[in-house]
């Protein structure tokens, strides 16, 4: 899965996860139809989630790390 990050309202970041970027795409399309034309140049694909993201296990404990 790849992972992306895009921007509504302007300056406030939001991530998501997808198979491609069309994927991606369509999700925008569908959550913001009436702001597509605003959030769509702000899509990036990224390499990995940010510092502050974490992964849990079902126990609740952070994941590390992996790559």
Known sequence: ???FRYEFPPME???LEAPHAD???????RVYPH???DVLPTLR???R???FW???DHQGLVLPRIG
Do not use: D, G, S
């Open 49 to 51: 989630w940010p510092e």
């Open 35 to 37: 702001n597509i034309a």
């Open 13 to 15: 970041p939001h991530y």
């Open 23 to 29: 994927a991606a795409v369509r999700f925008l399309r």
């Open 54 to 56: 974490k992964t849990l």
């Open 45 to 47: 694909e990224i390499p």
């Open 1 to 3: 899965m790849k992972k």
